[in-house]
C-alpha cells in the first residue's frame, strides 16, 4: 500500500516506508490505520477510526493495540481531550511529541478536535528542579458546523 501523506512542513513518505523505518512489522492493520491517521491530517479518535470504511476489518482491540504500537514508535503522537478521549494524529518525521508545539481545539458538540498549527504553546515555567513530561493546551467551544447547525434550529418561543 503506498500513501503519501503531508502535515505541517512538507513531510512525504509512504506508509509501508515509515512502518519499516520504525521498526514495525507492515501488517495489513497497521498499514491500513496507519494510511487512515495520515489521511485525515487531524486528531480522530478511536471511536471515529472505527467508523472508517476502509479499515471496517480492523477490530476493537486490534485498533488499540495498532495505535499504541503506531505511538510507541513516533510515528502518530495523541491528545487527551477534555471529554477524557484520545485523539491521534500523524506525526512528522524528525519530530517528538505534538508537531509545531501547538494549540488545539475541541468542539463540546460533536467532539472534533483540531490542530491550531499558528498558535504555539504558552510559556509556563516550572518549579526549579522539575522535569516535564509533556504538555497539551485545549482550546474549546463550537465548531462552526455545530453552530450552523443550532441556528439553522428553529427556536423555541420565548416570552412575548
Not at 65 to 88: E, K, P, S
Amino acid at each position: 500500500m503506498q500513501v503519501s501523506f503531508s502535515y505541517g512542513a512538507s513531510v512525504t513518505a509512504s506508509v509501508s516506508d515509515s512502518l519499516r523505518a520504525a521498526g514495525l512489522r507492515r501488517t495489513p492493520a497497521r498499514l491500513a490505520v496507519f494510511a487512515r491517521v495520515n489521511a485525515l491530517a487531524r486528531p480522530v479518535s478511536h471511536a471515529e477510526l472505527l467508523a472508517c470504511p476502509d479499515i471496517a476489518d480492523v477490530d476493537d482491540i486490534t485498533l488499540y493495540r495498532t495505535l499504541t504500537a503506531l505511538v510507541d514508535a513516533g510515528l502518530v503522537h495523541r491528545v487527551h481531550g477534555l471529554d477524557g478521549v484520545w485523539r491521534y494524529c500523524a506525526q512528522p518525521q524528525g519530530q517528538a511529541g505534538c508537531p509545531a508545539n501547538h494549540v488545539h481545539f475541541l468542539c463540546t458538540s460533536c467532539g472534533a478536535m483540531a490542530c491550531l498549527l499558528d498558535q504555539p504553546m504558552p510559556r509556563v515555567d516550572v518549579p526549579k528542579g522539575a522535569l516535564v513530561h509533556g504538555r497539551h493546551f485545549i482550546i474549546h467551544g463550537h465548531c462552526a458546523a455545530c453552530l450552523a447547525q443550532r441556528v439553522a434550529l428553529p427556536r423555541p418561543a420565548g416570552p412575548a
